[in-house]
């Protein structure tokens, strides 16, 4: 049996263009991109290539591009930066790799509202509080598990007005397949994103500063990457980085036309038990390809588990290493409860999959579902 692979927020394949980038310039191109000698200088021209490319389609400076190991550490670099007299402002929907660094900090959350977007009201009331003890505020572009778009614009504007000296630091990991990034970033200071996400290699990051002088390195050595982020560099990761980077903004109109057909062919198979199943942020500003539900009576745990049985690997809230599920916060913090939150499904997918393929895991869901639920 053929699985179906629907945890595309989780990890998607490495693009076949990504893979030979990769294995051409790690042959060719080996030497140490910081040697003085032939071999290192062409080595260092890569990596620099690729830096250029990448500022391109982000609307940046290569000076404002750092490569590092992932999001998880540009989040944990981030939050470190911040001055320490100052307030983190957080919204309690972003990614763990965010969330518990800022934890340990001077921080504030933001409330969420029931479609899965921050209150902003709840934040324009702590930017005229805090105004300018704030030092950073943390807002992720695309929520990893309801798909849910944030109004990054918007809260740009409202810290410039009330918290001009404050940095705004975007995740922009899921926005990859979905959002034109040029535009998504124009206002922020900071943001980052994983290769893995959008057909790149896993254990590459990109990192995107604007301004001089106020982050901090978290890894220190050789002083590479602009003195930010010390570690022998890897050009054949950076070249298949910048290679997906490029494919996923190319495709984005195609992928979200796709996935929204794919979507729709979903939620018509779920009508079935449409009295079994929530589904959690359905609104226009969700990216098609992540649907969330929450399916009361069951255990995400035992979903997951006849699902994968079934042949449909999919998700819910967020898995930690051990592979074991906690209760999604995202849920939690938009107002569902605790058991509700133990009984979510993440289905998340490209577009590329067809639409063949979403009314097959569309028919496994229910038939579980029913299994489950009805029995
Ligand atoms: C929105 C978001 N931010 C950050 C991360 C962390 O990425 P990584 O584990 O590659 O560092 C993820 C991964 O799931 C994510 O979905």
């Given at each position: 049996m053929k699985?179906?692979?629907?945890?595309?927020?989780?990890?998607?394949?490495?693009?076949?263009?990504a893979?030979?980038?990769?294995?051409?310039?790690?042959?060719?191109?080996?030497?140490?991109?910081?040697s003085s000698h032939l071999l290192g200088s062409r080595a260092k021209a890569v990596l620099e290539g690729a830096r250029e490319s990448v500022a391109t389609i982000l609307g940046a400076d290569p000076s404002q591009i750092i490569f590092n190991s992932g999001a998880t550490e540009s989040a944990n670099t981030f939050v470190a930066s911040a001055p320490i007299d100052t307030a983190v402002i957080v919204s309690p929907i972003e990614h763990h790799c965010v969330l518990d660094p800022a934890m340990r900090s001077n921080s504030l959350l933001m409330n969420v509202n029931r479609d899965g977007k921050v209150d902003l009201a709840h934040l324009k009331?702590?930017?005229?509080?805090?105004?300018?003890?704030?030092?950073?505020?943390?807002?992720?572009?695309?929520?990893?598990?309801?798909?849910?778009?944030?109004?990054?614009?918007?809260?740009a504007t409202l810290m410039?007005?009330?918290?001009?000296?404050?940095?705004?630091?975007?995740?922009?990991?899921?926005?990859?397949?979905w959002l034109e990034l040029k535009g998504l970033l124009h206002l922020v200071d900071g943001a980052f994103l994983a290769a893995?996400?959008?057909?790149?290699?896993?254990?590459?990051?990109i990192l995107l500063k604007r301004g001089d002088g106020w982050v901090a390195p978290l890894i220190v050595g050789g002083g590479q990457e602009?003195?930010?982020?010390?570690?022998?560099?890897?050009?054949?990761?950076?070249?298949?980085?910048?290679?997906?980077?490029?494919?996923?903004?190319?495709?984005?109109?195609?992928?979200?036309?796709?996935?929204?057909?794919?979507?729709?062919?979903?939620?018509?198979?779920?009508?079935?038990?449409?009295?079994?199943?929530?589904?959690?942020?359905?609104?226009?500003?969700?990216?098609?390809?992540?649907?969330?539900?929450?399916?009361?009576?069951?255990?995400?745990?035992?979903?997951?588990?006849?699902?994968?049985?079934?042949?449909?690997?999919?998700?819910?809230?967020s898995a930690c290493a051990s592979g074991a599920l906690e209760p999604s916060h995202v849920l939690v913090s938009m107002g569902y409860?605790?058991?509700?939150a133990r009984s979510s499904l993440r289905l998340s997918f490209t577009g590329d999959e067809g639409e063949?393929?979403?009314?097959?895991?569309?028919?496994?869901?229910?038939?579980?579902?029913?299994?489950?639920?009805?029995?």
């Amino acid at each position: 049996m053929k699985s179906i692979y629907f945890d595309c927020a989780s990890t998607v394949a490495m693009r076949p263009e990504a893979i030979s980038a990769y294995c051409d310039t790690a042959g060719q191109f080996f030497a140490n991109p910081s040697s003085s000698h032939l071999l290192g200088s062409r080595a260092k021209a890569v990596l620099e290539g690729a830096r250029e490319s990448v500022a391109t389609i982000l609307g940046a400076d290569p000076s404002q591009i750092i490569f590092n190991s992932g999001a998880t550490e540009s989040a944990n670099t981030f939050v470190a930066s911040a001055p320490i007299d100052t307030a983190v402002i957080v919204s309690p929907i972003e990614h763990h790799c965010v969330l518990d660094p800022a934890m340990r900090s001077n921080s504030l959350l933001m409330n969420v509202n029931r479609d899965g977007k921050v209150d902003l009201a709840h934040l324009k009331e702590i930017f005229k509080e805090r105004r300018n003890g704030i030092g950073m505020v943390f807002l992720m572009a695309v929520n990893n598990e309801t798909g849910v778009i944030q109004p990054i614009d918007y809260v740009a504007t409202l810290m410039k007005k009330y918290s001009p000296s404050a940095k705004l630091i975007v995740d922009a990991v899921q926005a990859a397949n979905w959002l034109e990034l040029k535009g998504l970033l124009h206002l922020v200071d900071g943001a980052f994103l994983a290769a893995h996400k959008f057909g790149g290699p896993k254990g590459f990051g990109i990192l995107l500063k604007r301004g001089d002088g106020w982050v901090a390195p978290l890894i220190v050595g050789g002083g590479q990457e602009f003195d930010l982020r010390s570690g022998t560099q890897d050009p054949a990761a950076a070249l298949a980085a910048k290679r997906a980077l490029e494919m996923a903004q190319s495709e984005i109109k195609e992928h979200n036309e796709k996935a929204t057909v794919m979507r729709k062919a979903i939620v018509s198979q779920l009508d079935e038990v449409k009295d079994d199943v929530i589904f959690c942020a359905d609104g226009p500003e969700t990216v098609p390809g992540i649907l969330s539900m929450i399916v009361p009576g069951a255990n995400s745990e035992e979903l997951l588990f006849l699902l994968d049985e079934a042949g449909l690997c999919a998700s819910a809230g967020s898995a930690c290493a051990s592979g074991a599920l906690e209760p999604s916060h995202v849920l939690v913090s938009m107002g569902y409860t605790k058991a509700q939150a133990r009984s979510s499904l993440r289905l998340s997918f490209t577009g590329d999959e067809g639409e063949e393929t979403a009314i097959a895991a569309g028919r496994i869901v229910v038939d579980v579902i029913k299994r489950l639920v009805r029995a």
